[in-house]
């Protein structure tokens, strides 16, 4: 079978993920065949970049290694998140407050110092995502830059899915690895249909996901 939720845009099908039938072992298969190759396409989008070479040979480095990486991962992950939330703050304006925003804010900086996060904030962007899964209607409202709004869009989306990855691994919560899966199936679909320009960020998010996956599944089945 095929794992079929990043290849369907979510934010205009909302019923994806209702009703879904239950495939075992079959599923798990396809799910983790989907994100490695959706992995391997980032890295050969990557690896024609010459001043990524770097990056991508870091990334490269995780994946391989993927089981045993986690922390490294989400450090390298967190680095070049702030260097690319610093630059499109200094670049772009916000237009007006936003509570979505101001949270995503407030809980990259929490992340950024290894604060708690707070678990209300968390949850109300839960809701928000699960609702319309995407803040891009919010983000468009937010910012006058419309030259970098597709990249201002994606970043916040890939802070989220660091936010929610963190606060997954604090909390051992199944519906907030159910949102960086949903999180990461839209962001997944982008990629594929040439939406995606922070590639090394979503390779990055995505060796995460698998990583966290793996843990859990050795946790539960002992493999």
């Known amino acids: 079978m095929n794992y079929?939720?990043?290849?369907?845009?979510?934010?205009?099908?909302?019923e994806l993920y209702m009703y879904s039938g239950y495939y075992g072992i079959e599923f798990i298969q396809a799910y983790k065949h989907s994100r490695n190759e959706a992995i391997k396409k980032c890295l050969e989008k990557l690896q024609k970049i010459k001043d990524k070479k770097e990056i991508t040979d870091k990334i490269l480095k995780f994946f391989v290694n993927n089981k045993?990486?986690?922390e490294e991962t989400m450090q390298f992950f967190l680095n070049l998140?702030?260097?690319?939330?610093?630059?499109?703050?200094?670049?772009?304006?916000?237009?007006?407050?936003n509570k979505t925003i101001n949270d995503l804010d407030y809980l990259f900086n929490?992340?950024?110092?290894?604060?708690i996060l707070e678990k209300s904030r968390i949850d109300n962007l839960v809701k928000k995502f699960e609702i319309k899964k995407s803040f891009t209607t919010e983000i468009k409202k937010s910012f006058l830059n419309t030259i970098l709004h597709n990249d201002i869009d994606e970043t916040y989306h890939l802070l989220f899915?660091?936010?929610?990855?963190?606060h997954f691994i604090s909390s051992n919560l199944f519906k907030?690895?159910?949102?960086l899966l949903k999180l990461n199936d839209l962001l997944i679909y982008r990629f594929y249909n040439g939406k995606c320009i922070n590639t090394d960020l979503l390779s990055c998010s995505i060796?995460?996901?698998?990583?966290?996956?793996y843990e859990l599944e050795e946790a539960t089945l002992g493999n």
Do not use: G, R
């Not at 079929?4 to 909302?14: F, H, L, V």
């Open 4 to 14: 079929k939720y990043s290849t369907i845009n979510p934010t205009e099908n909302k």
């Open 161 to 166: 899915s660091f936010i929610i990855s963190k």
């Open 81 to 97: 998140l702030k260097n690319k939330f610093n630059l499109f703050q200094k670049d772009s304006t916000k237009s007006e407050l």
């Open 110 to 115: 929490k992340a950024v110092n290894n604060k």
């Open 68 to 70: 045993h990486e986690k």
């Open 176 to 179: 907030y690895l159910s949102v």
């Open 207 to 213: 060796v995460l996901e698998l990583n966290i996956f």
